[in-house]
């Protein structure tokens, strides 16, 4: 008797649940949608969002925190010290820049997104912006070159920091040999040798 | 074969042509077959495309969205759109296939949901062929569809295929059975296999129909009817043929393109035919509820009916979850046979008293 | 009547020629799809001699029940992954013996037969069958069709008996 | 040992004399791309006909090297692999990297920021737990109830997306505090989602799926996982207290403030069938939905006004020297890090992740055995994993 009971409570559960489904899925045909229709409504984003990476490359130092603490290396940063007669003027909070920048790129297809690189920027200048319709049909698209530098100054900025390392490089020969002239001439030798 | 007793709508139509005089009737007839065979393809085909775009429709609206928008109005011109794009789809014929019967497997099932619909009375003179024995004639049609479906499933050469094939053939073969025993109940109450017979031995107003006219025997049938034909056509919460997170689309895996979308027709054109069906035994077919409204014609009232059961069925999708093989067949000849036995029992005694 | 003829015509040759690929071919799965399509061919040519019921019965017992079985006895007796489901013609003499003589024996029974019942009439009335049948099977014929509901019955306990699972 | 006889071998591989027929085991390959496997898993299934015999998991197509690439970044970098780990909980995932940071370096975190931190990663146990109704609900042929979570979800996205800028990978904890403190009307929009929510989850999620008889069918009864095996095998989160055992660290082991508020320990009753079976899984993951609706509504309550980072901590984190081990109660179980720091680089030199969905999966070979091919598919969405998390 028992399991006859089951039986006819097995069909009469089922039946009343598929009821009570069936109300809620019709009351739902009349309820407002939670959609929108993308491309021509858009839902607002808000101020927080982490999207696209710029630089605003007038306020950047070059002082390659971002660079360090990126996860997957997508900044590349180039710097080129400043020579004495340059002035590249103040960023924004107030400090000197000393370095020129011939290359600041970023690789949008790496990036992840996490905003650590924003977080230790002195000058705030590197920024996470709400843009985030920037698809390409070339990945090497995806790359932003945010350096000011046209080409050409980079060319000359490279030549004349090639040429202010060989300087270096044959003051520092010097002064090692003249170091190494004084003690002896074992020294000498080696210097010679380089 | 050819008798003046099949009464028949485009026979009719092609005999009054003068033009066509020349021909002997044979021909005529012949005429007359081809001419019914491209209408109910078209009204397969523009119900198919009408129904997605309803279902879709239906299915956002009950999960909170809007369903397709962009193509034309309200997204109406969205199913056209997927048409098209199966037709200059490729045609991929994977390797290891047995391509014979690949091919030929969405012909036969298209062609048994298109042979359905010769015996439909769609109103009072609107029948394309009043068949004598015309529910037997579609019991007998709706079997030929599994040897099709495991044609598609054997000759796929793949085993989510074949598991789909296997289950779709049980459940089909099962099904048959309470489907049968709930015809067999509007038949007794009728005296007839005729459809147009039992459609007029409902008239008067819908407490004749026979859904209502033999309560609860009639009610039950009914109710039986629906929920083993909703596991005849596999349709949901009787999908597990084509349940896609079990066995990925059972099967219909390897077909892509137009030979897909045959499947697809069929299908929906299943899910027409169940719908008539069940207007045609018990919801009186194409007679007007109640006598007030009699100017509205017979046509109307049976699209009406069974669009309301096809918008059923679908609603039916998008509330419930898959059962499983077991408890599918548990339902099958645990529940639904005995009930059905039950019912005919009922309106043995109802008509013999 | 040409029409007519070319109908028929066209019904006798699919049910011939694929009741021969049944016998014929080499994978058994063609054979059985085959044996559908004869199947079919046979409930059509019962529609031209206005046995609708018959035809109607022709397909959902065969087609849909016996043809059904046939399949599923080769898809679960024979790995999928296996192409080779061949037969073999064997026994091809006393085959053909057989089928010989079984066209000698229902060649001899339509030429003795007479057919001029038919001819007399030339449109045959056409009357509903399965009222008749039906009549027919619960009076005069009650008892074979207990009998054969009988049996069934007994083929049904029968089976069930064989799958049960043994008694642990 | 219990006797083997040569005979139940025969029978089980169905080559037996007496067994009347021969029988062929078939090889399935579920996945690594079907439907519902959740991500990239291959499941090697032996089946006969329907009936499962064994389902060996091959996991490692969605390995990135996690462990070995966060020894290669600074302490803080490691933040936005752990969220990858498990994509739909990444908040607790950060929750308990940091907090196992902070043990290691003996640093306070700010009250606020410890409820902020409360608060994200209870929402996010709603998120993932919504995930795992919605998912669940697809696995079994329901599809409406996935998107009703999703909407739900989208609401819980939309309040993390105003607070730290991200919809999905957050890095909103870090070593020290948190990253963002809380917008304006934060609380009044939380209160009102939660509101919202808990009407949701009783008036619709419970009646059309959790409820439903088919549901039920399906489910109850399958797939059960006894506490001693739970055990055995490691299983943690919901899936361990959905056989029963009374085990949540949040209670049992409390980290951060977890042990300022009143909140039940939800376990699995075998209301509808066994103890430990799928339903008892499933329903433990809503009621817990629940318990976070309660947790989160007293941490707003009690949140107080302060910093939101600690002051000692400076652009480059100097870490002491050491080896910890850190556990937190993520959404899908016990989610441990052990770091080892010699003290002197800029980022841990060894981290091992204790992921709650490897040992969860784990346990699927010996519940799914005898079981049919449907309700295997079941047991996987009830175990919830994500292969991020399963593979790191």
């Known amino acids: 008797m028992q399991s006859v009971n089951q039986y006819f409570l097995n069909i009469y559960i089922a039946i009343k649940s598929v009821l009570i489904g069936m109300s809620i899925t019709f009351r739902h045909l009349f309820t407002k949608s939670v959609t929108v229709q993308y491309p021509r409504e858009r839902l607002p984003i808000p101020g927080t969002s982490r999207n696209l990476l710029l630089n605003k490359i007038e306020d950047c130092i070059g002082c390659d925190q971002c660079v360090r603490v990126c996860p997957v290396n997508c900044i590349t940063m180039d710097t080129i010290k400043v020579f004495p007669e340059d002035d590249l003027g103040l960023a924004s909070d107030g400090s000197k820049k000393r370095l020129w920048l011939p290359r600041f790129d970023i690789d949008m297809a790496k990036c992840c997104y996490c905003g650590l690189c924003t977080y230790p920027c002195p000058t705030e200048c590197l920024i996470m912006t709400d843009e985030y319709e920037y698809a390409t049909y070339e990945r090497n698209d995806l790359v932003f070159k945010f350096t000011d530098l046209d080409p050409i100054q980079i060319a000359e900025l490279k030549e004349k920091d090639h040429i202010r390392s060989m300087e270096k490089e044959k003051k520092k020969l010097e002064t090692a040999k003249q170091a190494a002239a004084k003690p002896g001439k074992n020294g000498g030798k080696s210097g010679e040798g380089t | 074969m050819i008798q003046a007793e099949y009464y028949n709508i485009f026979v009719k139509i092609i005999d009054q042509l003068a033009v066509l005089d020349f021909l002997p009737p044979v021909w005529k007839f012949i005429l007359a077959s081809v001419i019914a065979a491209l209408v109910f393809f078209h009204v397969i085909a523009i119900f198919a495309l009408v129904a997605i775009w309803v279902e879709r429709k239906v299915a956002g609206h009950i999960q909170d969205r809007l369903g397709p928008m962009e193509t034309g109005w309200h997204g109406v011109l969205q199913t056209l759109a997927d048409a098209i794009k199966l037709l200059i789809k490729e045609d991929i014929i994977a390797g290891g296939i047995d391509r014979r019967l690949f091919v030929l497997a969405p012909v036969i099932v298209f062609m048994t949901a298109l042979a359905v619909f010769v015996v439909f009375p769609v109103g009072e003179n609107f029948i394309v062929s009043d068949l004598n024995i015309g529910i037997l004639y579609i019991v007998a049609i709706s079997t030929l569809v599994v040897p099709g479906i495991i044609m598609a499933g054997w000759s796929s050469n793949n085993k989510w295929s074949l598991f789909g094939a296997m289950r779709s053939a049980a459940q089909i073969v099962s099904y048959e059975v309470p489907v049968g025993l709930a015809i067999v109940c509007a038949v007794m109450a009728a005296g007839s296999l005729s459809m147009q017979t039992i459609v007029e031995s409902q008239a008067g107003g819908f407490w004749n129909w026979f859904i209502f006219s033999k309560f609860p025997f009639g009610f039950i049938a009914f109710f039986i009817y629906f929920v083993a034909s909703l596991a005849e056509i596999n349709r949901t919460p009787f999908d597990l043929p084509e349940a896609e997170s079990e066995i990925v689309a059972g099967y219909m895996t390897e077909y892509s393109g137009m030979r897909w979308s045959f499947f697809f027709l069929a299908e929906y054109g299943n899910m027409l035919a169940v719908g008539a069906i069940a207007t045609t035994l018990f919801l009186g077919g194409w007679q007007t509820p109640i006598s007030l409204l009699s100017f509205i014609p017979g046509p109307v009232w049976f699209t009406a009916k069974t669009m309301f059961l096809v918008f059923v069925h679908i609603w039916l999708r998008w509330t419930l979850p898959r059962l499983r093989v077991d408890q599918l067949m548990y339902m099958c000849w645990k529940v639904l046979t005995p009930f059905a036995f039950v019912s005919i029992f009922g309106i043995g005694l109802w008509m013999t008293f | ?168 | 040992m219990p006797e083997i006889k040569t005979d139940d071998v025969y029978i089980e591989l169905g080559k037996h004399p007496k067994a009347g027929f021969a029988t062929d085991d078939m090889i399935l390959q579920m996945g690594p791309q079907h439907p519902s496997t959740h991500g990239v898993l291959r499941i090697e299934c032996v089946t006969d006909g329907e009936i499962i015999k064994k389902a060996t998991c091959h996991i490692g197509y969605l390995h990135r090297c996690f462990e070995k690439h966060a020894e290669n970044v600074m302490w803080q970098g490691v933040i936005p692999f752990t969220d990858r780990m498990d994509y739909l909980a990444s908040m607790g995932q950060n929750f308990s990297y940091v907090i196992t940071v902070e043990k290691l370096m003996g640093i306070e975190v700010p009250e606020r920021a410890e409820y902020m931190r409360v608060i994200t990663a209870e929402l996010q146990r709603i998120a993932s737990h919504l995930m795992a109704y919605g998912t669940y609900g697809m696995d079994i042929g329901a599809f409406t109830p996935f998107l009703w979570a999703f909407r739900e979800r989208e609401y819980v996205l939309d309040l993390f997306e105003k607070l730290c800028g991200a919809r999905l990978l957050y890095n909103y904890m870090w070593i020290g505090g948190v990253s963002h403190d809380v917008y304006d009307g934060f609380a009044e929009e939380c209160m009102s989602f939660l509101d919202t929510f808990e009407r949701v989850v009783f008036e619709e999620f419970n009646p059309i799926l959790t409820y439903n008889k088919i549901f039920i069918e399906r489910t109850a009864n399958v797939g059960i996982l006894s506490p001693e095996l739970a055990i055995d095998y490691g299983i943690t989160g919901p899936c361990l207290r959905g056989s029963g055992v009374d085990w949540d660290l949040r209670r049992d082991d409390p980290y951060s403030i977890y042990d300022r508020f009143d909140f039940e320990v939800i376990t699995g009753k075998g209301e509808m069938g066994t103890v430990g079976d799928c339903w008892d899984r499933f329903m433990v993951r809503v009621l817990e939905m629940i318990e976070s609706v309660k947790i989160i509504r007293q941490a707003l309550q009690q949140m107080p006004e302060g910093p939101i980072m600690n002051e000692k901590i400076k652009k480059v984190i100097r870490v002491p020297a050491g080896r910890v081990y850190g556990r937190t109660e993520a959404p899908r179980g016990e989610l441990g890090y052990y770091l080892i720091s010699d003290g002197k680089g800029r980022g841990p030199n060894r981290l091992k992740a204790r992921s709650p969905c490897f040992s969860n999966l784990s346990v699927l070979e010996e519940i799914s055995r005898g079981c049919m091919l449907a309700d295997l598919i079941a047991i996987i969405g009830s175990l919830d994993i994500v292969l991020g998390c399963v593979d790191r």
Do not use: C
């Open chain 3, 1 to 168: 009547m040409i029409g007519k003829d070319i109908i028929f015509i066209i019904f006798a040759v699919i049910t011939v020629g694929s009741a021969a690929l049944v016998v014929f071919s080499k994978k058994i799965i063609y054979a059985a799809f085959s044996l559908m399509l004869s199947l079919f061919g046979v409930a059509a040519l019962f529609v031209f001699l206005n046995a609708d019921f018959l035809a109607a019965v022709q397909v959902i017992v065969y087609v849909g029940g016996i043809l059904v079985l046939i399949l599923f006895g080769v898809l679960l007796t024979v790995k999928i992954s296996s192409d080779n489901v061949i037969s073999h013609l064997s026994q091809r003499i006393w085959g053909s013996i057989a089928a010989v003589g079984m066209f000698v024996l229902i060649f001899i029974a339509i030429t003795r037969t007479n057919w001029t019942i038919l001819d007399k009439s030339e449109d045959v009335v056409y009357y509903p069958q399965s009222e008749a049948i039906g009549i027919q099977l619960l009076t005069n014929y009650i008892l074979p069709f207990e009998v054969a509901s009988i049996l069934l019955l007994a083929a049904l306990i029968g089976a069930m008996f064989l799958v049960r699972p043994e008694n642990k």
